[in-house]
């Protein structure tokens, strides 16, 4: 069965220029995850998903960093004016059910390098 | 506030040699889940196992096991007979209740190398 896709999986951006990464989660997954991974550090939490419902956006960096999930499926993670500091590998990951029951799938990331 | 360590950065051993990756953690909650994923060079996040805070049994899948202490916050993983294929970083992970999210708090990871 197909796992957690993102696209795209490398991505080069100018300083200030606008982003958009895409998430596709597992087929029937009710919860979304976006995770934020600098280089040599563990995953850091950004925002969670429950079907559309964004319940908890307290990791997001600055108000350049949207998220958004309108249908309950795929998800797309949205940087503006991106930031030197921005550079990272951003992981979405999907569960099944509702927390904590189920473990988090994760996809293979999007690199961000901003010049 | 919930915390991860995991003191080894980087480990190498002989292939064949048994290794185990050290995972301490911290919460103030009494019900809680670890986590253990792989990352390989590819990037992915490979679930490994979960365990719950109130079943203490270690748990032994082919060449590896896990052992959980909560008398001392600790989450070890082994892996016996290390083959190169074992070569990644491992990260283990706490979920955190707050706000009934259930988002991971990971640890900065364990590199190993294991060398043919």
């Known amino acids: 069965g197909a796992g957690v896709s993102q696209s795209p999986r490398y991505k080069v951006a100018k300083r200030g220029q606008d982003v958009a990464l895409r998430c596709d989660p597992i087929?029937?997954?009710?919860?979304l995850f976006w995770y934020q991974q600098a280089l040599g550090q563990g995953p850091e939490f950004l925002t969670y998903f429950q079907n559309e419902a964004q319940l908890d956006k307290s990791g997001l960096p600055s108000d350049r960093f949207f998220a958004e999930r309108p249908e309950g499926s795929v998800s797309t993670l949205k940087i503006q004016r991106t930031q030197q500091e921005d550079s990272a590998v951003y992981l979405c990951a999907s569960s099944l059910a509702r927390p904590p029951f189920n473990e988090q799938f994760f996809g293979p990331g999007t690199r961000l390098t901003v010049l | 506030a919930q915390k991860v360590t995991q003191a080894q950065t980087e480990i190498s051993v002989v292939e064949k040699e048994d290794v185990t990756l050290d995972c301490v953690y911290e919460?103030?909650?009494?019900?809680?889940?670890l986590f253990w994923y792989k990352q390989p060079p590819s990037g992915e996040l490979v679930f490994l196992i979960r365990?719950?805070?109130?079943?203490?049994q270690n748990e032994i899948s082919g060449r590896y096991s896990w052992n959980f202490q909560k008398s001392t916050s600790s989450f070890n993983f082994t892996i016996t007979a290390s083959q190169v294929v074992d070569s990644a970083v491992y990260f283990c992970a706490l979920s955190d209740p707050t706000s009934g999210t259930y988002k991971y708090i990971f640890g900065t990871g364990t590199r190993l190398k294991v060398l043919a």
């Open positions: 919460t103030r909650d009494t019900t809680y889940y």
């Open positions: 365990r719950n805070s109130f079943d203490e």
């Open positions: 087929s029937g997954h009710v919860s």
